[in-house]
């Protein structure tokens, strides 16, 4: 699929790539922010649940520590920002990519041209991902697609639960962290290696950034401010 009806409102030099990543991130509403995580995963799924629609796969995932990755992605929605249509947000310990007025609206205007299962997938699939908690998030695309959990600092077998406030999101990283079978004696026991420790010590502070951010941004919004 080509988009060369889109000449008059995508810059011409655009590939059909850039204009996919217009398109799908466009797809999750204005104001929209994804973080590093959740764009890597957005972008996974569609390359391999659209794969040989609008040029699908446009991307060489591989598993890494966080499950399946492309720097490419991150390049991408950089060159959209040079253009003024995508938001590069440093501000926070993890950045945020999103698109500005401008992008939004043009990436609306490529979606329109894509077939309509295509649009309804990226909305849903763009819901999906940004509803998720991080482990949640990894534990469901580790089971979708279990090749990409191999070089995984997360055990591919915890999903986690969900966990509605900071609070409990900390508390759940710590209870991960001693997660300890039952001794002989009736006490507990830690887990067999240092290695298996250090990952569980990994997950506090992964649902300790998730809380930290989500209390941020639930801070913006009661204050007025625009958020993700």
């Known amino acids: 699929m080509t988009f060369s009806a ?6 011409p030099l655009m590939t059909d790539r850039l204009i996919f990543v217009l398109a799908a991130i466009a797809a999750a509403g204005a104001g929209a922010r994804f973080d590093p995580v959740r764009l890597q995963k957005f972008f996974f799924l569609l390359d391999r649940e659209l794969d ?9 995932f591989q598993p890494y520590r966080y499950g399946p990755f492309d720097p490419n992605i991150y390049r991408l929605v950089e060159d959209l920002a040079r253009d003024g249509l995508a938001l590069v947000d440093t501000r926070r310990r993890y950045r945020q990519y999103g698109l500005t007025v401008e992008g939004t609206d043009r990436g609306v205007r490529a979606m329109a041209t894509m077939p309509e299962h295509v649009q309804i997938y990226f909305r849903d699939a763009s819901r999906w991902v940004l509803s998720l908690e991080f482990r949640e998030l990894l534990a469901a695309v580790y089971e979708y697609a279990p090749d990409m959990a191999v070089r995984s600092v997360i055990p591919p077998s915890r999903p986690s639960t969900r966990r509605d406030g900071p609070v409990s999101a900390f508390l759940g990283g710590m209870a991960q962290a001693f997660d300890w079978g ?25 649902y300790l950034r998730e809380a930290v951010d989500r209390e941020g941004t639930r801070v913006e919004r009661s204050a007025g401010v625009a958020g993700p």
């Open 6 to 11: 889109l000449s008059v409102t995508i810059p």
């Open 52 to 60: 040989g629609e609008c040029g699908c796969p446009h991307f060489d």
């Open 182 to 206: 039952a001794a002989p004696s009736g006490g507990r026991r830690p887990p067999s290696t240092t290695e298996s420790l250090e990952e569980c010590w990994a997950a506090v502070g992964d």
